[in-house]
Each structure stands twice: as C-alpha cells, then as structure tokens.
C-alpha cells in the first residue's frame, strides 16, 4: 500500500517535467532576446525601444494565458449526476448489463439525458460514480470526470475542457504572435551572422538558436492553432472529433454546431472586449449544449459524409433550442 502511494506520487512527478521544459525553454528565449539581442547586437535605440515594447506585450499576454490554462482546475460535473447512496446500493446488486442498463435509464430521466454508448447504454463512470454529462469525460490521469473535455495535454500537465478552453486557445495564439514577433525581428540580424559567418561568441550563438527554435515551434503552433480555430467554428472537441458522439438514433457528427457565431460565444462569451484577455466568459455550465436540430423536426436517418448518420433539422440559436444532454463513450 506504501508502495502503490510512493509510485504514484512519483508519477505525479514525472507529469510536471515537460511543464519545467516549457518553463525553461520561455525563460531562455526571454533572455537571449533581450539581453543578446536587444541590448548587446542591436545598435540604434528606436529599434530596441520598439522591440521591447512589443516583446513585452506578447510576453505578458503569452505567460498570463499560459498560466490561467496550467492553474485553472478542469471543472467536474455536479452532485446530481452522481447517484445517491440508495442509487449506488441497488445498482451494484445488479449483476449484468442487462439488469442494470434500466436502473441507469430510469435515473437518466431526471437528468434530461439523451444520448448513449455505441452500444446504446447510458454513460456510466464507475470510478467517479456518475452519469456522464453531455461531452463529459474521465480522465484517467487527472482520475476525474472532465466537463466537455477536449483532451489532456501533457505540455500543461492539466485537462483542457470547459473551465479552460477558452484559455488553451489564447494560449495557442499568443504562444504563435510570440515566435512570430521573436522571427520576424531577429530574422535580419540572423541573416547578416549567417552571411558574415560571424557566429563567434556566445551572444551570437544564442541568436542562431533563438531564430530556429522560434521557427520550429512557430510551425507547429500555426497547424495545431488552425486545427483548434476549425474545431472552434464546427463546436466540436478533439474528442469528438476522433469519435462522433452516439445519440439513441444513432451517431451525429455535427450534433453540436449551432452556427459560427454561436460556437464562437459559447467559448468566448458575448462580451466581446473580453475575448482577447485569458478571464473565464464562456456561456453556459459545461453540462448541457444547444442541438443543431430542434426535437420536432428531428429526422435520423440521412448519412453524412463519413458514412454516418447524421441529424437533419433546422438550426436554432442557443436561446431558441430545448437545452438537452448528450453523452458519448
């Protein structure tokens, strides 16, 4: 028992080394900007008064969404999802499946619960003891069920899900306008070294490999920023996106998208000003989405491009819809 708490302290650990390697990698290229390249190469003043104060503005903004998406704990779902103790009791009297799927559908009902497994069973977490929510996910390395969870990223050691997706995205974009920013400014100098091959000094150096990491993770920011903006405009999580999620009709890819601009204030919130700055405005409570289709119009039977059965109705505004539940595997 000693050793099964030790380990997992140990894993626990382990989890928070690529956040010390981002860390690291930030402060470094703080230094190298402003020290080596600022203040040592640079040699007219309205060039470096320009550039730190541009730096510093993507700097703060970068480390402010940085770490609301690191600190900010995934939301879980609430006390009524979570069967009571009489619940619990005579649902582990059950023995089969079978036995205990209506159990789990007659307490579903008063959650306003409407989608299903593949299997077409209601979403059980047997580890946290709950009805899944609609988008709702257990995580297994944060040992919780996660509110519209997108997925676990081990570079932030944290869930991303509804109480910070909004941040994982600033932090996304902020992280790209600041290789972008660091590129584009240093870039000519570069060029000037590399032409002179007058990498002869540690400063010097330090601006060879400022100039390339920036690049590399400029690259790689842009597709996954683009990736995550696309998700964004369709309403749907990485999760989702690698498995569509499963209604008592049958699976609907676009079950959730409501419009671009209504996808866009569910995450960002109505208030526009707020949108740029890493503070908590998404609409809603993380346990219950508008539907692209209304209920009365609601036909199951048409196949989408992927070969699934899609939903066809018509499109409503989140004030319009009846507010229901989805759940998925």
């Known amino acids: 028992m000693l050793l099964s708490a030790c380990l997992r302290r140990c894993a626990r650990l382990l989890y928070w080394i690529p956040v010390t390697i981002v860390i690291m990698v930030v402060m470094w290229s703080y230094y190298a900007y402003v020290v080596p390249f600022c203040w040592i190469l640079l040699s007219s003043s309205t060039q470096k ?12 903004m970068f480390s402010w969404s940085f770490w609301k998406t690191l600190s900010t704990p995934p939301s879980s779902p609430s006390v009524e ?3 009571s103790s009489s619940d619990s009791l005579l649902y582990e009297q059950e023995r089969g499946d079978m036995e205990k799927s209506p159990i789990l559908l007659e307490i579903s009902q008063k959650l306003s619960v409407h989608t299903r497994t593949a299997a077409g069973a209601i979403r ?6 709950l009805i899944k929510p609609d988008r709702c ?16 990223c081990p570079w932030l050691n944290n869930c991303i899900g509804f109480s910070n997706y909004k941040f994982f995205l600033l932090f996304l974009l902020y992280s790209l306008l600041y290789c972008l920013l660091i590129v584009a400014t240093v870039t000519p100098t570069f060029i000037q070294l590399w032409l002179g091959k007058q990498f002869d000094s540690c400063v010097k150096l330090h601006v060879l490999f400022l100039t390339l990491v920036s690049a590399m ?4 920011l842009c597709f996954l920023l683009f990736f995550h903006i696309w998700l964004l405009a369709s309403n749907k999580t990485t999760l989702e ?3 569509v999620p499963f209604f008592v ?8 998208d409501v419009g671009v601009r209504a996808n866009l204030s569910q995450v960002f919130g109505k208030n526009k000003s707020l949108w740029p700055f890493p503070v908590f405005s998404s609409q809603g409570d993380g346990q219950s989405f508008p539907l ?10 048409v196949m989408n491009g992927n070969g699934h059965r899609a939903m066809e109705g018509s499109v409503v505004s989140p004030e319009g819809v009846s507010v229901t539940i989805a759940v998925d595997d």
Do not use: I
């Open 49 to 60: 008064v320009v550039f730190l104060c541009l730096f510093h503005v993507c700097f703060v």
């Open 81 to 83: 999802f979570q069967l």
């Open 124 to 129: 059980f977490c047997h580890h946290c003891q």
């Open 137 to 152: 996910h257990h995580c297994s390395v944060c040992q919780m069920c996660v509110l519209k969870m997108d997925h676990h």
């Open 217 to 220: 993770f400029a690259v790689t």
């Open 241 to 243: 996106w690698l498995s």
């Open 249 to 256: 009709d049958g699976p609907a890819s676009e079950a959730f």
């Open 292 to 301: 692209r289709w209304q209920m009365s119009s609601y036909s199951p039977s």
